[in-house]
């Protein structure tokens, strides 16, 4: 491992800090059509990084949606060949008026960095890309053959980087893959994530009258889609969080003792948890499952808006012609999305209340996934972080998804090394969403001592 590698990126923290604020500045919201502009001059951004700091076959690659960044230096003859995946795009802002300072102007208090997309993912992003140019400018090479991946649609299923990924697996060939898109499980705590709930994302959109009506002309014979919508979602679940679709559960695949034992040990606080990072009265779900298998290894069903009808200041008696309701399922290993799906499907089609249609639009899908800790890659990795934080490494899973690692190991046929240091209260997808500072410059440390580990 280069000493002057590291020795680069600690005299260099407050130039990549600096940086890192130049990126975060640009709104790279996927979501919404007015920030294409946006996403393009983020992809450039990384894209010039990438060649400045000595990466070849730089090339923004145009898509059917947003653009990826490719890069590659294979010059490490007989060594192992490394993918670097992260996203550029962010979540949208809103609510903005709870933010305490505006969502792209980066502001550091205290220890943290506040701006969306700070944690997930480019302050991420940018510590894979400072390691690479700490080992560059300290040796002039790479300990290891790399090759760069960064896409702008993480944020709306990533359309275009699984099509990539499908199409290109030659010009991807690769022994690993490195993801930083996750948390540490609690502060100073190195962590590896080694499992990744799947995930299936749908809308329904149900339709009633051709157009809509008043409440109180045709109140009482007219159908109204939000509240069939409210009768079809009320009957997915039952008081306790038991997901009521048939045959959802038939192939959930149960976490081992070892893990189950190893979660145990997690310094794991339930109070601390509801008050600090969900804010609720209480904590809901399965209770015969404790909080942490709860959230990583059961699937779950959860509503996340029901667009339709008036909702703007003031009154207004409308009936609506149509509504949605966004609706995603997170699955656990074994469990597949398209049989979960096709199981959805037929749940809506029975319990479509008389006098509306509804219809079903997937927006992504993707299977669970869980690394066998038993290889090369998570081991050096894990001595990587030891080498930082100076502590045993622990690993946990998580409750979110990242499709693409599922797709780098069926398409590319490569593990995934998830070695991500945001925190659990960083806020992401939230307002005043933050990265801890001395973990943006840990993680730049980490990522350039595995690459000199699998180097040696």
């Known amino acids: 491992m280069s000493s002057k590698a590291i020795a680069f990126a600690q005299e260099n923290q407050p130039r990549f800090l600096e940086e890192l ?3 975060l500045r640009i709104p790279s919201v996927s979501t919404l059509d007015e920030n294409k502009p946006d996403i393009a001059r983020a992809a450039k951004f990384i894209a010039d990084e ?79 890309v400072k390691a690479l140019e700490s080992l560059m400018a300290a040796d002039g090479k790479l300990p290891v053959n790399v090759r760069v991946l960064y896409e702008g649609e993480e944020e709306i299923g990533g359309e275009a980087v699984e099509k990539f990924v499908h199409e290109h697996s030659d010009r991807l060939k690769s022994d690993v893959a490195l993801v930083c898109d996750t948390e540490l499980f ?61 045959g959802f559960y038939d192939e959930v695949l149960e976490p081992t003792a070892d893990e189950l034992k190893a979660w145990k040990s997690l310094p794991f606080d ?41 909702t703007g200041a003031g009154a207004k008696t409308v009936i609506p012609a149509k509504a949605s309701a966004k609706i995603s399922m997170r699955l656990v290993p074994n469990q597949n999305p398209d049989d979960i799906l096709e199981k959805f499907k037929k749940f809506v089609a029975a319990n479509t209340p008389k006098g509306v249609t509804a219809t079903v639009k997937v927006h992504s899908k993707g299977r669970a996934v869980v690394v066998n800790t038993a290889n090369e ?12 934080f100076h502590k045993e490494t622990v690993y946990m899973r998580s409750g979110g998804s990242i499709p693409i690692v599922c797709q780098f190991q069926e398409d590319l046929g490569i593990p995934s090394v998830l070695m991500g240091l945001g925190l659990p209260d960083d806020n992401i997808h939230a307002p005043n969403e933050k990265f801890h500072i001395p973990n943006f410059y840990r993680g730049i440390e980490s990522v350039a001592r595995f690459l000199g580990h699998l180097g040696e």
């Open 186 to 246: 609690a502060p100073d705590l190195p962590t590896l994530c080694v499992g990744l709930r799947g995930l299936v994302y749908t809308e329904i959109e149900v339709k009633g009258a051709a157009t809509d009506l008043h409440s109180g002309v045709y109140g009482g014979a007219a159908p109204n889609p939000l509240f069939a919508l409210c009768e079809m979602i009320a009957k997915m679940k039952d008081a306790d969080g038991h997901i009521l679709i048939p």
């Open 50 to 128: 990438l060649k400045r700091i000595g990466l070849e076959h730089v090339e923004v690659i145009p898509t059917a949606g947003h653009p990826l960044v490719y890069a590659d230096w294979l010059h490490a003859a007989g060594k192992p060949t490394m993918l670097f995946y992260a996203h550029y795009d962010v979540q949208p802002a809103e609510p903005l008026d709870e933010w305490v300072t505006p969502p792209f102007e980066p502001t550091v208090r205290g220890q943290d960095l506040f701006a969306r997309g700070g944690d997930d993912d480019k302050g991420q992003l940018w510590m894979q």
């Open 270 to 310: 339930e109070e601390h948890y509801r008050k600090t990072e969900v804010g609720s009265p209480t904590l809901t779900g399965e209770p015969e499952f404790p909080v942490l298998y709860r959230t990583w290894a059961r699937p779950t069903l959860e509503v996340h808006g029901m667009p339709g009808g008036f």
């Open 377 to 388: 890659f998570i081991r050096k990795a894990n001595l990587a972080l030891h080498e930082v």
């Open 21 to 23: 604020k130049n990126l």
